[in-house]
């Protein structure tokens, strides 16, 4: 019965395409996420920055009607979301939710906007699932996702010879996805794990689980965990001289903002997987300089994810010339995606696929200017670094 909903509905929304036109003559954008907490560093109110960026860039309209943006702050609890979101689609006229951190919160709106037929472009959530198993035709996720970021490391280390790990695991459904995904491309190629240890969220003190990851003598001690977490852990893992006794951490899922707290003398030699740097290409840097004058730091995948996204949608929304969710979603996908002058695609699931870029954490002494903390030392290509459509696990008609 899911199947005959969604095919109906976008059959209904092609047919109707030319009788197109915008709801409320304007498109209405909610920019929703942590705007206080944990991970507003990441996000936050630099994530309401890159999506004004996009509209300015846009030219202030799509398809000859105004933009408007509205912002929330959803405290990182779904309950809170899910009811800012119903205000938002049955009041507020919004067409379109971006940024959206964290994967308990997306998936209460995923369920949200099929009901009420409207578009969710996840920039902060990294759950694979949201493209998996639990996929929606009017919700695309547009930075990096638990598989791509855990394979894409180990791929990566494992062609060094980096092949005994031992894993710093956060105690909950990420962090079991990101050790489960990674030690999985371990042994596959060869190699092997020692061992883990699993602590719960907001853990402050790292010392017994990391002379344990010590005294393992594994090559790489892999950090499967976020946020404040990965801070303390990096922290510490410097004071116990980690890094210096000749093993590799990597920090499956970190942030620029993360070596700017931690600073290059702890954070030195860390390995990490993402698909966004401030500083790789020519595209990147004319955006991250714009965005660095406005808010006083660089940007983060995420805040850069809800510049692309709101970008390419406002571009598939003029081209369709309609607000209307499966049109819009239909037309993104068909269209290619502007990433800082790269040109990548989003797959039929709504995953928008790249290459993912391997760095090294810089000394202070080979870092030339502020910010400038990664060394690229290889490169996940976009086939690799994600899930196919035939193995990702969406079974919606509309993604075939």
Known sequence: MRRLIIASLLLCGGA????????DN????????????????????????????????????????????????????????????????????????VDLPHSGVVFGLMAIA???????????????????????????????????????????????????????????????????????VVEERGGKVNGSARHPLSTADFSALLLRAKSSQAQVVALASAGADTVNAIKQAGQFGIMRGGQRVAALHAFVTDINSVGLEAAQGLIITTGFYWNDTDGTRAFSERFFKAHGRMPTREQAGVYTSVLHYLKAASKAKTDDAAIVNT??????????????????????????????????????????????????????????????????????
């Not at 037929?117 to 902060?124: A, Q």
């Not at 690229?376 to 993604?399: E, H, K, L, M």
């Open 26 to 97: 304007k498109i209405v954008i909610g920019v929703m996420g942590d705007q206080s907490g944990v991970v507003a560093d990441v996000g936050g109110p630099g994530s309401i920055l890159a999506a004004r960026m996009a509209v300015e860039d846009s030219g202030g309209n799509a398809g000859g009607v105004p933009i408007e943006i509205i912002t929330a702050d959803h405290q990182n609890k779904p309950d809170v979301a899910s009811a800012i979101a119903r205000e938002w689609f049955d009041r507020r006229g919004v067409d379109v939710m």
């Open 331 to 400: 037309e993104m996908r068909k269209l290619p995606v502007d990433k800082f002058g790269q040109q990548v695609h989003i797959q039929e699931n709504g995953r928008v696929i790249y290459d993912l870029g391997v760095y090294r954490v810089k000394t202070a002494t080979e870092s030339k200017v502020p910010w400038d903390y990664y060394e690229r030392i290889a490169t996940v290509p976009a086939d690799t670094a994600f899930r196919s459509i035939d193995n990702a696990g969406c079974a919606a008609p509309s993604v075939r």
């Open 114 to 184: 099929t009901e009420k037929k409207r578009s969710l472009m996840i920039s902060g959530a990294a759950s694979v699932e949201i493209t998996g198993g639990r996929c929606s035709p009017f919700a695309t996720h547009w930075t990096d996702d638990t598989y791509s970021l855990a394979r894409g490391t180990a791929a990566a280390l494992m062609q060094q010879e980096l092949k005994s790990w031992y894993f710093l695991t956060a105690d909950y459904a990420f962090g079991h996805d990101l050790e489960k995904d990674a030690a999985r």
């Open 16 to 23: 109707t395409s030319a009788l197109a036109q915008f709801s």
